[in-house]
């Protein structure tokens, strides 16, 4: 079992951790980008609150309630539509990266448990209708959902772009193990986009250090 993975029954043995429960969506679609680039499939994730991607869920007591009830309360919470979700839909349990189950941590140790639901593309769109419009969390712990995009244009964006940007935790390794095990996409496909998304983000430093040295320059004068 891979590091910091547990079983769904060892997991809900950790009575004093906290748990917490998201799913990634997704459905097949026909659509095409700009009528020639086939989508194939919309997975989605949403924008937080702190500037990282993540897939729709959040905290839950398993004492009070199932996994599977406490994160179709949230999906409700966030999403603005009920979207149910069943045993069937679990996928793994792992502790969260930054909190590694260590017997010194001052803090409870937080449990990720991860769900996939295949959905209908008009399921989807209900989904992102709702959640702009009745979602309690739009706007507030949610900033909006968003669609990852599986293709890659001409100029090596789409794919590559969206994984170069900062997800919260392990939600990018959740994204890429989802598809690979779904075959969303190719071994191929996946390398060449994180090798692309390696050399926008070794980039994206250079232009940091630029923007940071341009706000020196004041201060310089002063």
Request: hydrophobic share 40%; with cysteine.
């Amino acid at each position: 079992m891979a590091s910091g993975q547990l079983s769904r029954d060892k997991a809900l043995e950790c009575s004093s951790s906290r748990h917490a429960c998201h799913v990634m969506l997704y459905s097949d679609t026909a659509s095409q980008l700009f009528g020639r680039t086939p989508i194939k499939h919309i997975v989605l994730m949403q924008m937080r609150f702190d500037g990282l991607l993540g897939f729709p869920g959040g905290l839950v007591d398993p004492s009070e309630e199932t996994l599977e009830e406490g994160l179709t309360r949230e999906l409700l919470e966030e999403l603005g539509v009920a979207v149910p979700v069943s045993v069937e839909d679990y996928v793994e349990s792992r502790f969260a990266p930054s909190h590694p189950p260590t017997s010194s941590s001052s803090s409870s140790p937080l449990i990720l448990h991860f769900y996939v639901k295949k959905i209908e593309e008009e399921q989807i769109r209900e989904i992102e209708k709702a959640a702009a419009s009745t979602a309690a969390d739009h706007g507030l712990e949610v900033l909006g959902m968003v669609r990852v995009p599986l293709y890659s244009t001409k100029s090596h964006a789409g794919f590559s772009c969206f994984l170069s940007h900062s997800f919260i935790g392990n939600a990018r390794s959740q994204l890429v193990d989802s598809l690979l095990r779904l075959h969303l996409v190719s071994p191929g496909e996946l390398r060449r986009a994180l090798r692309s998304s390696q050399r926008m983000n070794a980039q994206a430093a250079q232009e940091l250090r630029v923007a940071l040295e341009l706000t020196e320059e004041p201060r310089k004068q002063l």
